[in-house]
């Protein structure tokens, strides 16, 4: 997997030059500002290995486990009724699972394609269209082993938090009813999605003010409360880690993986100011998501990676969009092409540790 990821970087690096070395970004409108930013079949193009691999590459940890379940999931009306009774809740997933089931048969290969575009477009659109730099958002996505350990590993819970992250421009322009519904129906596919709930209204306004950070911090607390009582233990159980065995195992999560992901926002906290300033909606949100991610990994550091360490999914995706405009308007010319190198230098260290302890 190290070798085919190195390939991905590869590929992202020689587009990487086309995006910033050519006129291929044109203006479009991104929350009522025009923007440089490449065009839709460029972001596909780009995506498509990740796509690829991750849908037709050899299966990875948990990937055999959900062939397995497809395998033995509903295949005629009364099977489904029958398994939607016993779902607990998370319907969507096994309602997908049917309806490949009906049109493609027993096909893993559909299966595994059809999880693979629902997992790959709405990333591939959503970084497109607000992230600076859509080809280091990418190679963030990859040296940051998403596509490992969750387009292949936690496949189920990145379909959840995809639909949440589609629904960016709806949080960012605060409409919350519609945010509600989007995240309520990714709840369907996985239950850990309500931890968005009290995150979609939290991390509004400007970032590092007193009640941004305190109601942040008082939902990081409050997720760590609900896991001490055994409320997202049953969550947890709804996802397939339904042994003792697992959660007794659980040392926390990495050290290594809550320092890398802790840097989008110490870099946002030096450079607040600037931030402050600008008074981005976008990138406010994206800071204040970062907090909660750093927040949540601090906390399953010393407490559950299994448990509390999945939550942050959801939120660490808006880091592939804040680090590249930190780099790039953080800094001036020179420092932010150093910070680049570092960035790469460092990510891509980090990957080739992830993948060995995967």
Request: aromatic share 10%; proline share 3%; with cysteine.
């Given at each position: 997997m190290?070798?085919?990821?190195?390939?991905?970087?590869?590929?992202?690096?020689?587009?990487?030059?086309?995006?910033?070395g050519s006129q291929i970004r044109k203006p479009v409108m991104?929350?009522?500002?025009?923007?440089?930013?490449?065009p839709i079949w460029f972001a596909i193009i780009a995506f498509f290995p990740i796509f690829w691999v991750a849908s037709q590459g050899t299966p990875q940890a948990d990937t055999w486990a959900y062939i397995s379940s497809f395998s033995k999931s509903a295949a005629t009306w009364d099977d489904l009724i029958f398994t939607l009774?016993?779902?607990?809740?998370?319907?969507?997933?096994?309602?997908?699972?049917?309806?490949?089931?009906?049109?493609?048969?027993?096909?893993?290969?559909?299966?595994?394609?059809?999880?693979?575009?629902?997992?790959?477009?709405?990333?591939?659109?959503?970084?497109?269209?607000?992230?600076?730099?859509?080809?280091?958002?990418?190679?963030?996505?990859?040296?940051g082993c998403f596509h490992t350990g969750w387009m292949m590993n936690g496949l189920r819970q990145l379909i959840a938090a995809v639909i949440i992250f589609a629904a960016t421009g709806l949080i960012v322009k605060k409409k919350y009813v519609l945010s509600i519904i989007i995240i309520l129906f990714a709840a369907l596919f996985h239950k850990t999605a309500v931890?968005?709930?009290?995150?979609?209204?939290?991390?509004?306004?400007?970032?590092?003010?007193k009640k941004t950070v305190f109601f942040i911090l008082f939902t990081i607390v409050a997720m760590y409360?609900?896991?001490?009582?055994?409320?997202?233990?049953s969550l947890l159980e709804a996802t397939g880690y339904e042994s003792s065995e697992v959660l007794t195992n659980d040392d926390g999560t990495n050290p290594l993986r809550?320092?890398?992901?802790?840097?989008?926002?110490?870099?946002?906290?030096?450079?607040?100011?600037?931030?402050?300033?600008?008074?981005?909606?976008?990138?406010?949100?994206?800071?204040?998501?970062?907090?909660?991610?750093?927040?949540?990994?601090?906390?399953?550091?010393?407490?559950?990676?299994?448990?509390?360490?999945?939550?942050?999914?959801?939120?660490?995706?808006?880091?592939?969009?804040?680090?590249?405009?930190?780099i790039k308007n953080s800094f001036d010319k020179s420092?932010?092409?150093?910070?680049?190198?570092?960035?790469?230098?460092l990510y891509v260290l980090y990957m080739y540790v992830q993948i060995y302890s995967f």
């Open positions: 190290l070798t085919t990821s190195i390939y991905i970087l590869i590929w992202i690096a020689g587009l990487a030059v086309v995006e910033h991104v929350l009522g500002e025009k923007k440089l930013r490449v009774k016993n779902a607990d809740g998370e319907w969507g997933y096994t309602i997908l699972c049917f309806v490949i089931k009906t049109v493609f048969g027993n096909n893993v290969t559909a299966f595994r394609t059809i999880i693979g575009l629902i997992h790959s477009i709405p990333l591939a659109l959503v970084l497109r269209k607000y992230s600076e730099s859509y080809t280091e958002s990418l190679f963030l996505f990859v040296a931890v968005m709930l009290p995150v979609l209204f939290f991390v509004q306004g400007k970032p590092w003010t409360a609900l896991t001490q009582v055994g409320v997202f233990s809550v320092l890398v992901n802790a840097v989008p926002l110490i870099i946002a906290l030096i450079s607040r100011k600037y931030i402050e300033r600008q008074n981005n909606t976008l990138i406010n949100v994206c800071v204040n998501m970062s907090l909660v991610t750093t927040g949540f990994y601090l906390i399953s550091m010393v407490t559950s990676g299994i448990l509390l360490g999945r939550l942050p999914l959801y939120t660490s995706l808006y880091n592939l969009i804040l680090l590249p405009y930190l420092t932010s092409k150093v910070a680049l190198l570092l960035m790469i230098a």
